[in-house]
């Protein structure tokens, strides 16, 4: 079993999700090969809560959220009173702490399960200093070389592909994280995209496509393929566009290029060419893998094996709300998914927005969901979240130390 999560990568910036750009052949011809999951969600804007949300299938308040962000929900930071939506706190020192010890993400299940469990992470905040999602990995890989923000996909998959040449007789999970499209872009002049911010950005896609292409040949060859549950997925998305020089980043805001991502299973007993348009979760992925071992785990995700084996439209709320925490820049801004609808809420100005969601075939009429009754569940699950942190043991904030600050700073966390 094998799970490579991307950082940073939108849907919208994939072939198979629409992109005309030759961004991402080898992705693609997975899709072609397996499950394709056209509205996939993410839980969180940024990299840790985001992880740390998959890892657990949990929402990040009830994983790595401080006492400091309960106290911006409601409205009593400087940073909430402030009111500029684009200034980035010093959230990452004070809202965020690292998963408790007994926090049961995946990778202890799949152990205690039997399998041997493996990890390769780059990002600075997937370190076991500052996440503690290294918790029930066997290994865990962890880029710490001083001049280094993050080891490319190329060399981080050759790893990866001479660690299962290894143990290929063995059942094993390896979680494989990413990073060539996030800041700081490495240069790839051989794709011709261009040198503008968004050509830099899908350069570092394609170039990591290319990776994963050349790993799946080599499982191929390996004779494990056949045998192997494939994954691949991403943290968050990313607000960059060809008719914008200002890189725009993520983590300050909800719109669907920051929360929506790919998400494609590849594996023996998935069906071909299949692609679910229902509304899923980055936190029911962690259901999934062990509802395929006959694991059944007390989370918040669901698994989606029913999704490709039956009718979609009988199932599909079993996934919502699809909910997504910014948690970074300006005010905090969450974002609820319901049948019919996103809710944005700003909870600490006390404000609500609902727009449309999806193609809102199933609303209007007695029995759909009107704008009310969306703004009522985003209500109460806000309530709900509030009111879990004011009982809830959250844990303190991080130490950055100075070397891991300026890393944080390069790859655009900390000002």
Partial sequence: MIWISIDDVK??????????????????ALAREGVRFQNC?????W???SYASMLTSHYPFETVM?????????????????????????????????????????AVTLGAAGLRTAAWTNNQWLSPKLSGLDQGFREYHFTEKADAYYTPADETLEQVGEWIQQHRTERFFVLVHLMDPHKPWRKHPEYGFGDQPLDQYEAGIRFTDDAIGKLAA????????????????SDHGEGI????????????????????????????????????ESTVRNLDILPTILALLDITPTVRGSSLAPLWSGPEDRIADNYLPA?????MKGPEQISIITRCWQVVMIPAYQTIQVLPWGSNQTCGGPSGESEEQ??????????????????????PPVQIDPETAKKLKALGYLQ
């Fill in 41 to 45: 969600i993410t839980q969180a804007g």
């Fill in 66 to 106: 401080t006492r400091e962000y309960l106290r911006h929900l409601q409205g009593e930071t400087e940073v909430a009173r402030s009111r500029d939506p684009y200034r980035m706190p010093e959230m990452n020192r004070h809202w965020y702490g690292r998963l408790a010890p007994g926090g049961f993400p995946l």
């Fill in 218 to 233: 080599r499982l191929k060859e390996m004779k494990v393929w056949d045998r192997t549950l494939l994954i691949v997925n």
């Fill in 47 to 49: 990299t840790l809560p």
């Fill in 11 to 28: 849907a919208a910036s994939l072939g198979c999700y629409g992109r005309e750009r030759n961004t991402s052949p080898h992705l693609d």
């Fill in 241 to 276: 566009y060809q008719e914008r020089e200002r890189f725009v980043g993520h983590g300050g805001g909800v719109i669907p290029d920051l929360i929506r991502v790919p998400l494609i299973l590849v594996g023996p007993g998935l069906p071909q060419g299949r692609v679910v």
């Fill in 374 to 395: 969306a703004k009522a569940k985003a209500n109460e699950f806000v309530k709900e979240l509030i009111e879990d942190m004011k009982t809830s043991t959250l844990p």
């Fill in 323 to 327: 909910v997504t925490m910014a948690m």
